[in-house]
Nanobody
Framework: QVELVESGGGLVQAGGSLRLSCAAS????????MGWYRQAPGKQRELVAT???????TYGDSVKGRATISRDNTKNTINLQIDSLKPEDTAVYYC????????????WGQGTQVTVSS
């Protein structure tokens, strides 16, 4: 069984910073790309940032220049920091990871709410 445990989030003021963490645990043989996605009410889920096992990063256009994602392969964890927060960053943020158990597949966390007040 594999679990993605998310932490961080909550209520943040506009202009502030946010830090989210995600840890993968369970019967894991390997971990590929990990990342964060978000979904605002009435909108589709969108990419925030991903990081490959080798460290290559990808950022969504809405956070490019404001976000930094990092990972620790020894702990199967990722961290995301977003600076200069805007009210439009308000969303449920989901951790995603490609994890090898018997086969490699995508797993999702339960989501953590981030609300940015103006």
């Amino acid at each position: 069984q594999v679990e993605l445990v998310e932490s961080g989030g909550g209520l943040v003021q506009a202009g502030g910073s946010l830090r989210l963490s995600c840890a993968a645990s369970g019967s894991i043989s390997g971990v590929g790309a990990m990342g964060w996605y978000r979904q605002a009410p009435g909108k589709q889920r969108e990419l925030v940032a991903t990081v490959a096992r080798g460290g290559t990063t990808t950022y969504g256009d809405s956070v490019k220049g404001r976000a930094t994602i990092s990972r620790d392969n020894t702990k199967n964890t990722i961290n995301l920091q977003i600076d200069s927060l805007k009210p439009e960053d308000t969303a449920v943020y989901y951790c995603n990871a490609y994890i090898l158990v018997l086969v490699m597949r995508s797993y999702w966390g339960q989501g953590t709410q981030v609300t940015v007040s103006s």
